[in-house]
């Protein structure tokens, strides 16, 4: 993957998902982040990256023993976003939330919501910064906080923190 491919990281719900468009090489920096978009949200923010520069990751969620119908709603969202990525020709991963704590390096701890932007905010010294100042994470709240953490995993993953743009 090219340094400077975009990294498209959604964190998916039922009903809103947390979207965040990422560069990880050269400079990392957020681009756009969305806290709560729905279906055709996440749709209009994908149709605006081109599918030959960018990659989208997906949180894939895991059935339990008592899988409700919050995860069954999930989960077919997921499948509606990969449907849509195959269409249009899109490199996609998917990737477990476990695979995600484990790239982050996140052991146990009481919130791992919590452990993740804690590990986000190591890897991004500069942080949010401000309205007047902002940082490369600038604008992520809530529910982007996972989707740069999928972003954040995948690029330690695949060593895109030591490539330039």
Avoid at 52 to 67: D, N, Q, T
Avoid at 137 to 149: D, F, I, K, R
Wanted: proline share 4%; glycine share 10%; net charge positive.
């Amino acid at each position: 993957m090219a340094a400077n491919a975009i990294l498209i990281g959604i964190d998916p719900g039922p009903e809103t998902s947390g979207v965040v468009v990422y560069r990880a090489g050269g400079s990392p920096k957020v681009i756009e982040a969305h806290a709560k978009l729905d279906l055709e949200g996440v749709r209009k923010v994908l149709h605006g990256y081109p599918a030959w520069s960018s990659v989208a990751l997906i949180e894939r969620v895991s059935a339990g023993a008592v899988s409700g119908k919050h995860i069954l709603q999930t989960a077919e969202v997921v499948g509606r976003l990969m449907e849509y990525f195959e269409t249009r020709n899109f490199t996609y991963h998917t990737l477990y939330r476990r695979e995600v704590l484990k790239a982050l390096g996140v052991g146990s701890g009481a919130s791992k919501d919590a452990l993740v932007r804690q590990v986000v905010l190591e890897l991004h010294p500069e942080g949010t910064g401000t309205k007047k100042n902002p940082g490369p994470l600038y604008g992520v709240s809530t529910h982007a906080w996972q989707a740069l953490g999928l972003c954040c995993a995948h690029a330690l993953r695949n060593d895109l923190y030591t490539e330039t743009t």
